[in-house]
């Protein structure tokens, strides 16, 4: 061996600093793709709705291009709010904070998956602390949520205690839209007898119809699942797990300890703008 050879150098041991960044690499990669999602979904609604209006407004037979030029202000007054109103429903709803849990670390020495401090109360592993009662975990937004209800994807943001009556109201300023969209698409649809002719004259009439009616079904079906959950005091996540939440499964489904009456749900849904601490309710009855 050659004694005069350079030797390669020792391998160096990372910084503490460098090392922590790389090992948060993947995570903030994670993150990243997520934000990009949720801004994709609120783009992506917005470009396509923007489609949908041009095509049938801009069109020259439709009832509110005829409106403005012969100045009907009842069509041009009513339609514009109803658009406006269904885009300020659906970004506040976005981008308003559902109902996120403060973060504070808890100090447990116990098994931080099981139950703690009460049969009803959860220790979160990945926020470290405590859930309040009805709050759930959601991996999306990595966050745990109050009466926490799902995590819609179209909207790019969980909807929760402080946002869930912007989103009922979204989605039914959004069904009397697309209903009076599919209305103007048929009455501004011209006939004819070759078919060429006719998708010229409506093609992009057909294309916006089809996606109206897709639209007005899945709208249409969430709106009434949800208006059945608020009148019986029960989010998404309670109806579908009821049976696997440990404060509901003694409880029978219409008659949870969240179910005041049809009256007062409605009352507390569309109401009750502050924190509500649901463990009062559940220590009432036990």
């Known amino acids: 061996m050659d004694p005069f050879r350079e030797r390669p150098p020792a391998p160096t041991k990372l910084q503490p600093d460098m090392q922590l960044v790389l090992e948060q690499t993947p995570r903030d990669k994670d993150e990243r793709k997520k934000m990009w999602t949720r801004v994709g979904a609120r783009v992506g609604h917005s470009l396509l709705s923007l489609f949908v209006l041009s095509g049938i407004c801009l069109n020259p037979h439709s009832s ?3 409106a403005v030029r012969a100045g009907d202000s009842i069509e041009v007054l009513l339609f514009p709010p109803l658009v406006l109103l269904t885009f300020l429903l659906y970004f506040t709803a976005s981008l308003m904070n559902p109902g996120y849990v403060p973060i504070q ?3 447990v020495d116990a098994d931080r998956t099981t139950l703690i401090k009460s049969d009803h109360a959860y220790f979160c592993r990945w926020c470290d602390q405590t859930q309040p009662l009805r709050s759930k975990h959601c991996r999306e ?3 745990c949520v109050r009466r926490f209800d799902h995590h819609c994807p179209w909207l790019g943001n969980c909807v929760g205690e402080r946002n869930h009556r912007y989103f009922i109201l979204f989605l039914l300023a959004e069904d009397i839209l697309i209903f009076r969209c599919l209305g103007m698409a048929w009455d ?7 078919v060429l002719e006719w998708l ?3 093609g992009i009439l057909l294309i916006c119809a089809i996606v109206l009616i897709i639209g007005a079904l899945a709208v249409t079906a969430l709106s009434c699942c949800h208006i059945y959950l608020i009148l019986h005091g029960l989010t998404t996540w309670e109806h579908v797990s009821h049976s696997k939440i440990t404060y509901l499964k003694r409880w029978p489904e219409d008659n949870t300890p969240f179910n005041f009456g049809y009256c007062k749900n409605c009352f507390m849904f569309c109401c009750y703008c502050n924190t509500q601490n649901w463990e009062k309710y559940i220590k009432s009855l036990t």
């Open 64 to 66: 509110i291009y005829m």
């Open 105 to 107: 670390h808890d100090e």
């Open 141 to 143: 937004c990595n966050r």
């Open 188 to 194: 501004t649809a011209r006939s004819s007898t070759e």
């Open 200 to 202: 010229e004259y409506n």
